[in-house]
């Protein structure tokens, strides 16, 4: 069934409505929403529709924080909303290129940060998902001299193996003027053995090293380079077209991020990846969103089990599961993901109970995107102050 695309013009703003029926299985968007007869389209999950009255009232709102949080703090980037699978809000203001002065399209990628985490943790719940792997594997399988013993996949996914964070140790062991690669930061971890911030499964503990090392095992299993598997098996099948993943073979092209007034230089951290370092568009995140709330690329049980927190050493609305961050707050959840990196700011929220997905990414320093959760209020008409975790 060929997607219906309705284009309402309000207020200068393209609020663009797609009406599709989903099914929740494995295959691409495009396999299911193109060339499946209607006939074989299980309908077990169908976004709402909604009036243009409505996406006019929300995009008003919408527009009002952008001008008020956003425009007038400095942002340089892109914002898209989305309520029931339709774009309401849609904007990119300022330089993809602060030297050539090059606009911001919808093309333009930017660095997401550790919203890259959700990317790396969703894949490796593919493969076990396949039978490739088990979360309850150690990281012996994979690594046989790593010198960090019980700690298991799934703590890597949750935050919960205590091991350093390569960040830190590195910065004393790694010559600055070289750009290190993944395989770098093992063969550190193995010969220096720096200590460890807790006992495995002891209790949360934020560390990039575990999807760094995700990352690897990934490669692992499936004898490919990471960048290379990741765009062939999820971004390219999502129809992801503008994402991908910078590495070390790409260093001659990077795109510095900017402070006030000066660009990051690149540095010896900006080549790993599985914490960080893909790069992706509005749009492109949108299509990943869908596919989360679709299960278009995990099922629906496998995706419960990464909303499901696991950080219960102290009562607190704020949680992580697998590779997702997590704020519940009596009967609203909130699925999201920001990044920091440089003078990246980047923020992906999911408000589970409204169907509504707030979208900002941005590549100059601004942390008033991490704000964006007070958007919430447009769709529950609830006062939302509380501060997500950057």
Request: charged fraction near 20%.
């Amino acid at each position: 069934m060929q997607p219906k695309k309705v284009f309402v013009i309000t207020s200068g703003l393209a609020v663009v409505f797609c009406f599709a029926f989903t099914r929740c299985t494995s295959g691409s968007i495009k396999d299911q929403l193109i060339n499946k007869p209607k006939s074989q389209i299980d309908t077990g999950f169908v976004f709402g529709s909604i009036t243009p009255q409505q996406a006019a009232d929300y995009a008003a709102q919408v527009d009002a924080f952008y001008e008020t949080h956003l425009v007038k703090t400095g942002f340089n980037g892109a914002i898209l909303v989305a309520k029931n699978g339709h774009i309401i809000f849609e904007k990119y203001r300022g330089y993809s290129d602060f030297r050539t002065k090059e606009p911001i399209t919808e093309h333009s990628p930017f660095h997401l940060a550790s919203i890259s985490k959700t990317f790396t943790g969703m894949m490796v719940l593919k493969l076990w998902e396949e039978g490739k792997l088990s979360l309850d594997d150690t990281l012996q399988k994979y690594f046989p001299n790593l010198p960090y013993h019980g700690i298991t996949i799934r703590m890597l996914l949750s935050h919960r193996s205590g091991l350093p964070n390569y960040l830190y140790f590195m910065d004393s062991i790694w010559d600055k003027h070289r750009e290190m690669t993944n395989q770098d930061v093992l063969n550190a971890m193995i010969v220096h053995h720096p200590a460890v911030q807790a006992l495995p499964d002891k209790h949360f503990q934020y560390c990039n090293t575990n999807f760094l090392l995700l990352a690897l095992i990934v490669e692992k299993i499936t004898g490919q380079p990471f960048p290379e598997y990741m765009k062939a098996n999820l971004f390219e099948p999502l129809g992801m077209h503008d994402t991908y993943i910078f590495s070390k073979k790409d260093s001659a092209n990077y795109n510095p991020t900017w402070s006030v007034s000066r660009p990051f230089p690149m540095d010896a951290f900006d080549c790993t990846y599985g914490d960080k370092n893909v790069y992706s568009t509005v749009r492109d995140l949108l299509a990943w969103d869908k596919s989360l709330y679709e299960c278009s690329f995990l099922k629906k049980s496998t995706l419960d089990m990464a909303f499901t927190p696991t950080s219960h050493e102290r009562n607190s609305m704020h949680n992580y599961g697998l590779a997702w961050r997590m704020f519940i707050k009596g009967q609203d959840t909130v699925i999201y993901h920001n990044g920091k990196w440089h003078g990246t700011n980047t923020s992906f929220i999911r408000l589970v109970q409204d169907t509504a997905t707030i979208i900002v990414l941005g590549n100059k320093e601004n942390g008033a995107i991490y704000q964006a959760k007070e958007m919430e209020g447009i769709f529950n008409g609830k006062a939302e102050m509380d501060k997500l975790e950057e």
